[in-house]
């Protein structure tokens, strides 16, 4: 008899158990007040001082100059401070180091090891007021990023929030193809390579069954692939393949994210509906044109392709390639392109993220666009802009802080003092 009831007993003991810990989540979460010595509105533009953001359950749960602090709240003091939203990169690649290009991390480190690098970026992106991030491609770490992602949301480890692309789709011969090796050596990959329809269809459905959120398509090829007689960035794949990736990432409500310099190919890609051009030093006007006609975000990566050596030094292909970058800035600006903020870190050592709004401001953008790109276009971008972008009563309480206003100096946001992730702090430089 005893047997039969103890099933029961132990039910209704974690029935019980179950409820103490629901309730105890739900009620008695301890509130965190800061004191901020201004608050810089994202949206507006405004800079308000005085102000007290009360966080509770990892959301903001009141903010403003007039709003008092609960007795049982613990307090931080960022009177000093100015602060604003948590960043978002949406262009990173937590998997690959700078040291790639040199040092081949396919022939040479372990996917293991590979792994191990991500989960120090990763705190280093965090700890540098980027606490979120869109990781497009782990360059043949295979599914590490999808691994960091959910180590992150489980909290065994610190960094930023993620949506992640895992392989990304290229061509035989084309980038991610270029190893320069005897034809006779087979070595792995940094993209899923795709030459038919068929394979086009099976990687993406693979990719998506181990955890991309995003389909990260490489429309055109690198800046080895440009002709450079008319700057025409040479297309990879064909417009028929490039639709039947949208269809196929539709199907799955999957966003897709084109690797595009310019030319037909991201002209295609547009057209087909991808969420975002990935670089585009070479977009036509023909094509800014219909990325604010349809909505399609542009993530410039500029200081990546930024050359910033004597000029005596470039090769003329680099040259050419970086004005393009700029011309093409300057007129997506002008035409009310949607640009999110997106620097290629991995290319860049994780951590200096900030970097990209001083070139942005640099190229003609205002430092509050270039702030917006970071903040409410990437949340919008990514599909978080309900819960993350601005600092606002019942949103996520990502929140960070500078010594002084970045309008006024937009590289106060290359030395972030203050870190909170989902109500959480990670950062306090007092
Ligand atoms: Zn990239």
């Given amino acids: ?80 401070y100015v602060i604003l939203p948590g960043l978002i990169d949406a262009h ?30 990763a705190r280093s992106t965090l700890l540098a007021g980027f606490t979120t991030v869109r990781d497009v491609d782990s360059e043949g770490a295979d599914w590490a990023d999808v691994a960091l992602r959910d180590a992150i949301n489980d909290g065994l480890i610190p960094g930023p929030r993620m949506q992640v692309a895992t392989l990304a789709i290229s061509i035989t011969g084309g980038y991610m193809n270029n190893d320069g090796l005897a034809p006779q050596i087979d070595v792995p990959q940094f993209g899923s390579l795709a030459d038919s329809p068929a394979e086009i269809v099976r990687t993406l459905r693979n990719q998506i069954k181990y955890g991309a959120d995003w389909i990260k ?31 196929e990432a539709a199907r799955f409500r999957t966003p897709v994210a084109a690797h595009a310099y310019g030319g037909q190919a991201a002209y295609v890609a547009v057209d087909a509906g991808v969420r975002s051009i990935e670089h585009g030093m070479m977009l036509n006007d023909e094509t800014l044109d219909l990325m604010v006609e349809r909505g399609t975000f542009w993530v410039p990566t500029l ?28 007129r997506a600006v002008e035409k009310g392109v949607k640009i999110a903020y997106g620097t290629d870190a991995g290319a860049l050592p994780h951590g200096d993220n900030a970097i990209d709004f001083q070139v942005m401001v640099s190229y003609g953008m ?25 600092l606002e009563q019942g949103k996520i309480a990502d929140i960070i802080a500078v010594s002084g206003n970045p309008l006024e100096d937009i590289t106060q946001l290359s030395d972030v003092r203050f870190v909170m992730k989902d109500g959480r702090v990670y950062k306090l430089d007092e």
Avoid at 100 to 119: A, D, F, H, M, Q
């Fill in 1 to 80: 008899m005893s047997t039969y009831f103890r099933p029961r007993v132990c039910a209704v003991f974690s029935a019980l158990l179950f409820t103490v810990f629901i309730s105890s989540a739900v009620v008695a979460q301890q509130a965190t007040a800061i004191q901020a010595g201004a608050m810089l509105d994202v949206v507006s533009g405004e800079l308000t001082p005085n102000v007290v953001v009360v966080v509770r359950n990892g959301r903001i749960e009141s903010i403003g100059p007039n709003v008092s602090i609960p007795s049982e709240a613990r307090v931080i003091d960022l009177s000093e």
């Fill in 92 to 121: 990173t690649h937590l998997t690959i180091q700078p040291d790639y290009s040199r040092n081949n991390p396919i022939l040479y480190k372990s996917i293991p090891y590979r792994t191990i690098e991500g989960v120090a970026g």
């Fill in 217 to 247: 398509l490489y429309a055109t090829g690198t800046t080895r692939h440009i002709d450079i007689d008319n700057m025409e960035p040479l297309a990879q794949f064909s417009d028929d393949d490039i639709r039947l990736v949208m269809r």
């Fill in 303 to 330: 200081s990546v392709y930024y050359q910033d050596g004597p000029r005596s030094e470039w090769s003329e292909r680099a040259l050419a390639i970086t004005n393009s970058h700029k011309r093409v800035f300057a």
């Fill in 366 to 390: 205002s430092p509050l666009s270039a702030i917006q790109s970071a903040t409410i276009n990437g949340a919008e971008l990514m599909g978080l802009d309900d819960d993350l972008g601005a």
